[in-house]
């Protein structure tokens, strides 16, 4: 399967918005290995400020701690790609915006830092509406560090959609 072109995530992103537009939502992203790509092609759509409150590039171990609240502890025991931290991400995005609704990302797009428990390709994204439970899912994308992050936001996008 071949990683979906910038027609395809700008078609995502524009669903994504009439979504959020239909439900009165607002999105809030918080990303770390799309550096802000999710973000990038929400805003690329004429009146998104209607719908998408922020954005956050989070890379470092203190950006999630100080933009986040993700936990110290929780970073030492699991990583930064792992269910505990992509968790506390989506949870902390929704704390520190005014958005009603969170995507985050967190994985090793390449073509470096995989070991054998998270080779590259591993990515892990959660969603979250405000008020509700987070949901989780850890994805294993092959390809080059481009093709891993494109994949990354169009699931990012599809799985708005279902949560909306």
């Known amino acids: 399967m071949e990683a979906p072109d910038d027609a395809e995530l700008a078609r995502l992103a524009r669903d ?15 990303e770390s290995c799309t ?23 989070v890379y470092s171990y203190e950006a999630k ?19 505990e931290t992509v968790i506390e991400m989506v949870s902390g995005a929704l704390v520190h915006s005014g958005a009603t609704v969170a995507v985050a990302v967190t994985g090793i797009a390449g073509p470096g830092g995989g070991t054998g428990d998270k080779p590259v390709g591993t990515v892990w994204i959660a969603w979250k509406r405000r008020g509700g439970y987070p949901q989780a899912e850890v994805f294993h994308f092959d390809g080059d560090r481009d093709a891993v992050r494109r994949r990354t ?9 279902r949560l909306l």
């Open 16 to 30: 994504t918005g009439a979504r959020l537009m239909a439900s009165r939502d607002m999105l809030v992203t918080a």
């Open 35 to 57: 550096g802000g790509w999710i973000a990038k092609v929400v805003t690329d759509i004429a009146g998104s400020s209607a719908w998408f409150d922020c954005g956050m590039a």
């Open 65 to 83: 701690q100080a933009l986040l609240g993700v936990r110290p502890q929780t970073l030492e025991e699991h990583g930064a790609v792992s269910r």
């Open 153 to 161: 936001v169009a699931e990012a996008l599809h799985g708005l959609e």
